[in-house]
């Protein structure tokens, strides 16, 4: 008989089970650090010192704040609260929490003293786990800067001193000379500066000194009575301290007036009293009676001083109240000038708007049509959502993309609207086949542009402006959550549509680096390398590279992602023009009021097929100087400074940056001191309007030329006009030109604003049939235009309700802006085009107004049959209006009647009243003419599909 063998349970063993924990937790540490140690290799191997770069500014601006923040030089002492809490700690734990068995020494911090090279050691370790929490990429290019020339003008710094104490002027000199200077040094240099002083003073200063008093000495612990003597002085010490920071941190605050030199007087005389008693009292520790007395005296010192600065500064105040112009006026002379330069209005040229309201005749209505025909025919009929909704059916049923922005651009002098589009993951796909999916199959778009003419409403094949259409660098869906993938020895592609990459993007990554970077890849791709795309989404791309930059504004539409469009060379090649703006701090700049200052610094252009970019600055100010300064000896970035020919019809300026400069402009356009603090001229954008980048002809415009513009209201007025609007350059000779045209506020002529326009066209005779018809119409964007004379806003009229699957152009309306009593209004129902509506227009301001039809009938008989066919239709309730013409989707014949004797009126009358109860929604029927037949028709609307439903009768004789 076999002996059997014992039975061993591996994991009754306490240590198996102990190698076993430390195993798994060893593996979980390799694979987390080899992870991030992966990311960032990676990193450097695909953008080299691009990416390096950044981060070497923090590290530098991290240990320079580190070191002011966290290294103790005090080798005397040598006190450290963090290892006094620690081997506090430690004891106590030994000590199983009894506290009167521990040695008094470890409760005393004050008797607590590290050795030397631990006390060295533990402040270099501080100073680099510093790095990491004080690191400051902009304090830190701000220094690499300076050491390679570039100017920050430090030595201006001591002018800041002065200012609460100088005699301020009613003009803005002492701003352009002494604060617009230091400006690149407050933002960039000094705002960390101080926060790192800050820490210090809170950290090595203010916890250690209280850690001191507030733990007991040795003879308190044994039971001696607790002794304030001597902790009286550190206290003082700390508060006078605290009241001295404070006083140096108040020259370097938003907003300077009368008060702020007795604030900081006060808060200087109270902080010096404080340390001086402090010294003081170290020396009569021994007479407690003598302190008491001193220190209540004291306290009455301090009460003095501050009642005295108190009432000074609420006297200045009251003063102030009465005599605003004379105390305030000054300063806000100065902060008007500081916000000037954060968003440029010096650049802003403010043209006095000339109204024309010279009448035309009748017969010099067609001349003036063609005289303004270039501009009216680039008049954008199209907005945002109807281009949407038209455009959105072209997916049709292609599961893996949608629709992910829509921008307007242009091309040869015509706007279009350019829909990019981003991979999304079918629903269909199953879980178990996510990773193969998202990674090596739906790895881009394979045509990522669609484009709908903004001026005449039809689709365009994107073919004829983008040769390349295949996006593999976006924005958005699977660009923006994952990255994409495949083997380079590959002989055939899984990517969508059989397309197979070839492009420079990515790197190529070897096992087992590609393990650790998704371990998917050691069961898939074990022996081969790999090509990587990651950072496929432009935004995360530029966040990583430039974080420094702007990605992320508040802008017409709301808060959202840094705006960018599609551009083209002459190669046939797409980029992404994406806005390189630089978004700056100003809190510590004097009457900067806390706004924030903006440039612009250029563009990246970012290859859609290889994500490759290269970087074109056109700004000229002192950050713009520090990024060429620092990227200059930077490889694998090249910087340009001329703007190629092919890309100069093609700039856009970003519209949330202009849409900030126009916040601004509303508040800081108003150079006098004393309307500025009345607040009787500031603007504000009218409730909902956006930029509306068009063709346009302003005044001082000899064409038609490509502009942003955006309207502007003036604040809490309830007539709803224009104070005027703002217009800025997109050609190349005026991009970034700002033109304010200003409506003099005392004019007797008053410019419409949107919202009295709309409302003026609701309660228009023709409009309101219309809308009957239409059931609910949806108003298009009104955009104002200058034709020939005319201030006249342009309002498209759609079938479809915004989010519509189908969106139709049912008229144009042309809407006089000028108000001298009367509105007019012009409405085109058949040709659809602004012409048409302009014409319209132009008959209602000559006193034409709509002709009727003329009913061309040849007998009398034949006229008693068509009254009597009116009667049919009045009995009802239902009024006929003459139209020339109707443009429906779907048209229905419903009946073709003839009327040649009496006999046919009983069977006409039964058609046309089953006709009226049937079709006719509402109490209206249009009728128009044609070839001597006469045509009645209903109009419906049928989720945004126009029916016509009509009747032909032709009236004939016995």
Avoid: C
């Amino acid at each position: 008989m076999a002996s059997e063998l014992p039975q061993i349970n591996f994991l009754s063993n306490p240590r198996n089970v102990k190698l076993i924990v430390i195993g798994v937790v060893a593996l979980f540490l390799v694979f987390a650090i080899g992870g991030s140690f992966v990311f960032f290799y990676l990193n450097v191997l695909e953008f080299g010192d691009v990416y390096v770069r950044p981060i070497y500014f923090e590290v530098i601006g991290g240990l320079v704040l580190s070191t002011i923040a966290l290294f103790r030089l005090d080798i005397l002492h040598r006190r450290s609260l963090t290892w006094w809490i620690m081997r506090l700690g430690i004891r106590l734990i030994r000590e199983k929490g009894l506290v009167e068995q521990m040695p008094l020494d470890y409760l005393d911090f004050k008797q607590f003293k590290m050795g030397v090279m631990g006390f060295i050691a533990w402040q270099f370790t501080k100073l680099f786990v510093g790095v990491l929490f004080f690191g400051n990429l902009l304090f830190g290019m701000a220094l690499l800067g300076m050491s390679k020339g570039w100017e920050a003008n430090l030595g201006s710094l001591w002018a800041i001193f002065k200012l609460p104490f100088q005699q301020i002027a009613l003009d803005p000199t002492i701003t352009q000379t002494t604060v617009i200077p230091m400006i690149p040094a407050l933002m960039l240099v000094v705002t960390p500066l101080l926060g790192a002083f800050a820490i210090r003073l809170i950290l090595l200063f203010g916890i250690t000194e209280i850690a001191r008093i507030v733990t007991p000495t040795p003879d308190e612990i044994t039971g001696e009575k607790m002794n304030i003597g001597w902790r009286v002085p550190i206290i003082e010490l700390i508060i006078g301290v605290a009241l001295l920071w404070a006083m140096f941190n108040t020259f370097f605050i938003s907003f300077i007036d009368f008060n702020t030199k007795f604030a900081i007087i006060g808060l200087g005389i109270a902080g010096t009293f404080f340390i001086v008693f402090s010294l003081l009292d170290r020396k009569r520790l021994a007479f407690a009676r003598l302190a008491q007395k001193r220190f209540t005296l004291q306290f009455a010192a301090i009460v003095i001083v501050a009642l005295l600065i108190g009432s000074t500064m609420v006297v200045q105040s009251s003063i102030a109240d009465a005599r605003k112009i004379e105390y305030l006026g000054p300063y806000t002379t100065q902060e008007i000038a500081v916000n000037g330069f954060f968003a440029q209005l010096d650049e802003v040229e403010v043209v006095p708007y000339e109204f024309r309201t010279t009448p035309i005749a009748r017969s010099e209505i067609n001349s003036e049509v063609e005289d303004n025909i270039e501009l009216l025919e680039k008049v954008r009929l199209w907005d945002w959502s109807a281009a949407f909704a038209k455009l959105k059916p072209e997916i049709g049923l292609i599961p893996f993309v949608d629709f992910r922005d829509s921008d307007i651009i242009r091309f040869n002098g015509t706007l279009f609207w350019s829909a990019s589009m981003k991979p999304i993951l079918p629903s269909s796909v199953r879980a178990d086949d996510a990773w193969f999916n998202q990674h090596l199959v739906y790895t881009h778009v394979p045509n990522g542009f669609l484009l709908l003419n903004g001026q005449e409403g039809t689709i365009v094949d994107s073919s004829e402006h983008f040769d390349q259409r295949r996006i593999y660098y976006g924005e958005g869906g699977l660009l923006e959550e994952t990255w994409m993938a495949y083997p380079t020895d590959r002989v055939k592609s899984d990517e969508l549509g059989g397309f197979t990459y070839d492009g420079g993007g990515g790197l190529t990554v070897p096992p087992p680096l590609s393990w650790f970077f998704d371990s998917n890849f050691f069961f898939a791709f074990r022996d081969t390398d790999v090509q990587l795309l990651r950072f496929r989404d432009v935004h995360d791309r530029m966040t990583l590279l430039f974080p420094f930059l702007a990605n992320f504004l508040e802008g017409t539409r709301g808060q959202g992602d840094i705006d960018m469009i599609p551009v083209r060379d002459n190669s046939g090649n797409t980029f992404w023009l994406y806005p390189l703006i630089v978004e700056l701090d100003g809190n510590r700049v004097p009457w900067s009021s806390g706004n924030k200052l903006m440039r612009l610094m250029g563009y990246s252009i970012i290859d859609i097929f290889t994500g490759e970019m290269r970087i074109l600055l056109i700004g000229d100010d002192f950050f713009t100087s520090l990024f060429e300064t620092t990227y200059a000896d930077v490889d694998g970035i090249e910087i340009i400074r001329e703007t190629p020919d092919w890309l100069k019809d093609q700039l856009k300026y970003p519209e949330q940056l202009f849409f900030w400069r126009v916040s601004m402009f509303n508040f800081y356009h108003v150079e006098d001191a004393e309307i500025f603090i009345n607040a009787r001229e500031f603007f504000e954008i009218p409730q909902g309007l956006e930029t509306f980048y068009i063709f346009a002809e302003p005044p001082g415009f000899e064409e038609p030329t490509y502009m942003g513009l955006l309207s502007l209201e003036l604040r809490g007025s309830g007539g709803r006009n224009l104070a005027g609007y703002m217009t800025v350059g997109n050609e190349f000779d005026q991009f970034g030109d700002l033109r304010f045209y200003a409506v003099p506020l005392d004019s007797e002529t008053k410019l419409l604003g949107p919202s009295a326009v709309v409302e003026a066209l609701e309660k228009d005779s023709q409009f309101r049939q219309l809308r009957t018809l239409l059931r609910e119409p949806r108003l298009g964007d009104n955009i104002l235009y200058r034709v020939g004379s005319h201030d006249v806003y342009f309002i498209p009229i759609y079938t479809a309700g915004e989010g519509g699957v189908v969106a139709e152009l049912a008229a144009v309306a042309a809407v006089g802006a000028l108000f001298t009593g009367e509105i007019n209004i012009g409405l085109s129902l058949s040709a659809l085009t602004a012409e048409d509506a302009f014409r319209a227009y132009l008959a209602q301001t000559t006193g034409l107004k709509a002709a009727p039809i003329e009913i061309v009938v040849e007998t009398e008989e034949q006229k008693s049959k068509f009254e009597q066919v009116l009667d049919m239709f009045n009995t009802r309730n239902v009024t006929v209006v003459n139209v020339d013409a109707v443009n429906p989707n779907l048209t229905f014949l419903e009946g073709n009647l003839t009327f040649n004797s009496q006999e046919d009126f009983s069977n006409i009358e039964e058609i046309i009243f089953q006709f009226v109860e049937e079709r006719v929604d509402g109490e209206t029927v249009l009728m128009w003419v044609q070839d001597q037949r006469f045509f009645f028709g209903a109009v419906t609307s049928v989720n945004g599909v126009v029916e016509l439903h009509y009747l032909v009768i032709t009236f004939g004789q016995d």
